[in-house]
């Protein structure tokens, strides 16, 4: 049902975005990588080979726009067919992540190198649910649930 | 040219005001005026003395950052790492929680370790940010980095995906 080494990569603007294509750049040469982000003016952009769709822009704290952007989200997991999930964050992930995981879709969260300290917000909220949860912050991994494997700096 | 961006998600208008009084200060001293162009967001303060635009497209972004002597952010990571790839010093404030300018001061625990960041220079006041302003030739950028930490990162993902 899903296609095998096709990813489906989702963030929310800004440093998020910025790490999210640090990522997948590296990824594209082997694997299908489609791109899921609020870009505002921009529609389904295509970048070469690259696709970007457009989702809506929502976070914690616009809680009622949620709800469309999920369903948005699930409409495009069920055209795209992705065999695994991909988020740098934030609140799109994190409802990406947990569609994923109703659907048994393979499941990676990797939390913003901007957080040192503890996990993001919305990693701590993700982390029982995603498959795979990495940190950038070697003092952040407890070695069993929460990964480090590298960083994009 | 400096290039300040304030980043999409709230207003930083203190930032914008302390760019803006400085290009004032210094309108008369040849020695420091440089022309400074600032992405505004969504704040309420516009500034009276340099360009501006609310929001720009990444293209033009990215072409901002690559052509200015210097880059002044808020302390958001995406800015960092494209002040890095472009090859341009930034200097980072950090938003503060207390004055609306962030739901948490994450960006304020982050300037310890940012400043440790190879061509990335921290201000948290007025003060600092204009200390950093007056010697700004002397600011370097990172060099390119060979992706030593995001190597194993990717070599994991391709392993799990």
């Known amino acids: ?153 | 040219m400096i290039f300040v961006a304030t980043g999409t998600q709230f207003p930083f208008d203190r930032l914008v005001r302390y760019l803006d009084e400085w290009v004032a200060s210094n309108k008369a001293d040849n020695k420091h005026s440089e022309a400074v162009f600032m992405q505004l967001g969504e704040g309420d303060y516009l500034p009276q003395h340099t360009q501006w635009k609310r929001f720009m497209g990444l293209e033009d972004y990215n072409e901002k950052i690559k052509q200015s002597s210097v880059f002044i952010s808020h302390a958001g990571m995406g800015n960092i790492i494209s002040a890095k790839d472009h090859g341009v010093p930034i200097i980072v404030i950090n938003r503060q929680a207390s004055l609306g300018e962030h739901r948490n001061d994450h960006q304020q625990e982050g300037l310890a370790w940012m400043a440790e960041l190879e061509g990335v220079y921290t201000a948290s006041t007025q003060e600092a940010l204009y200390g950093l302003l007056d010697q700004r030739e002397t600011l370097r950028a990172g060099k390119k980095s060979h992706d030593t930490s995001l190597t194993p990162l990717i070599d994991y993902l391709k392993s799990v995906l």
């Open chain 1, 1 to 153: 049902m899903w296609k095998k080494g096709k990813v489906l990569a989702v963030s929310s603007p800004g440093g998020h975005w910025v790490q999210l294509n640090k990522i997948g750049n590296k990824l594209e040469d082997q694997f299908l990588i489609i791109y899921a982000s609020p870009r505002g003016q921009y529609k389904v952009a295509q970048q070469g080979e690259r696709v970007v769709h457009n989702i809506m822009d929502a976070s914690a704290d616009s809680k009622i726009k949620l709800l469309p952007l999920a369903l948005q989200l699930f409409w495009l997991i069920l055209k795209e067919r992705p065999a695994t999930i991909m988020s740098t964050g934030a609140a799109p992930g994190v409802i990406a992540i947990l569609l994923g995981k109703i659907l048994g879709i393979k499941t990676i969260w990797i939390d913003s190198i901007a957080n040192v300290q503890r996990l993001s917000r919305s990693g701590r909220m993700i982390q029982a649910y995603a498959d795979i949860v990495l940190t950038q912050w070697p003092n952040l991994s407890d070695g069993e649930k929460i990964l480090h494997k590298g960083s994009v700096l």
